[in-house]
């Protein structure tokens, strides 16, 4: 018989009859199309192994589907269409197109916790939803964000000199997403703060921007960590298959 929940159904999954009538019963409305004969041709058996490769998606094969994290999340709240469990479901079944249709809406994570919280498996959630952002950027489906921008800066600097200044952070962040540095709450904050700290702390913040400031011998302890970032970009590469598509 037709179906009559059509908002569970995506729109493109529907098929819509004015006056169908099948062995003299009239089957007129809307079908879904997910009882047609159909191939599978974006499977990938390998998924559910790429988002476990990558930090926060270790423990996605734990997942007994038991709705706890989507019953708890704090953006499902507020849009239905926000679903974790369903997408941990996507990965583990290697259902790759169905889980990139959603790429925009799997951004709005906001770390609250409550799934990690409120999962009987211990599963974390919340770091499966990061892993599979970073995975959606890694696969080229999704432009980099600008918090992963941020992350960047703000890592770079604290591998490079040990310190972090600020001030130069923000700067580079909006220099490569394309901001300008003149924001209406970036002059309103210089305001506060040109009012509430004392002469010298504002020449010494300024004096940092200028001239990053440096942790002493902090070469060693430098060249380690690039090191190892540098095994586990290449580690998830491996894992994601990249360098071979890019070959």
Known sequence: ???????????????????????????????????RSRVVDDYNEDLQDEIAALP???????????????????????NPDFNPRYW????????????????????????????????????????????????????????????????EEFSSQVIETGKIEDGKVFLNFFKRTGQSPFQDWVIQMGKNLAMKLPVMM???????TLFPPKTKGWDKARDAIKEYVEEQEAAHRQALKLDEHKA
């Open 1 to 35: 018989m037709p179906i009559h929940e059509k908002h569970l159904i995506r729109p493109e999954d529907l098929a819509t009859h004015d006056q169908l009538e099948i062995d003299g019963v009239d089957v007129s409305g809307d079908w879904s199309t997910f009882i």
């Open 56 to 78: 926060g998606g270790e423990y996605i094969h734990r997942c007994w589907q038991c709705g706890s994290c989507t019953n708890s999340c704090t953006v499902n709240a507020l």
């Open 202 to 208: 504002g020449l010494q913040m300024a004096w940092a």
């Open 88 to 151: 941990i479901y996507l990965i583990r079944m290697g259902y790759q197109s169905e889980l990139v249709r959603d790429k925009d809406l799997i951004w709005q994570c906001v770390s609250c916790n409550k799934c990690t919280y409120a999962c009987p498996r211990d599963v974390v959630p919340e770091g499966v939803m990061k892993a599979t952002a970073h995975w959606m950027e890694l696969k080229g489906f999704t432009e980099k964000s600008p918090s992963t921008v941020f992350d």
